[in-house]
């Protein structure tokens, strides 16, 4: 499945503009965005603002980064996190990362 160049840089955009991007760019509904692994899926709008028909896929390693268990927006990955879709909303998830002493912090991260 291609995607348009257009389509990954908003989608890695909306993850630099958190609390805009994601949520207005893509359809909230847990029917139609998931996560698998580090990928997330949706519907989102191409660059003339319409819903596109098919989904698009975004690789949010690219999205953030975990330093010392917190994960913030930017560069980096979150491999050794587990995360999942908020149960309570979509447009949020949860992640479990380890601090240096290698304990578990819990995050809520704004998509």
Do not use: W, Y
Request: proline share 3%; with cysteine.
């Amino acid at each position: 499945m291609r995607f348009s160049a257009i389509t990954v840089i908003s989608l890695a955009t909306a993850c630099v503009q958190a609390s805009s991007g994601f949520t207005s760019s893509c359809l909230l509904s847990r029917d139609i965005t998931t996560l698998s692994g580090f990928t997330l899926t949706s519907q989102c709008k191409d660059a003339g603002g319409r819903f596109q028909e098919r989904a698009t896929t975004l690789d949010i390693t690219n999205c953030f980064h975990a330093i010392n268990g917190q994960v913030s927006c930017g560069p980096g990955g979150i491999s050794g996190c587990k995360c999942s879709l908020n149960p309570g909303g979509v447009g949020f998830m949860n992640c479990n990362c380890p601090d240096n002493s290698g304990k578990q912090k819990a995050n809520s991260v704004d998509l």
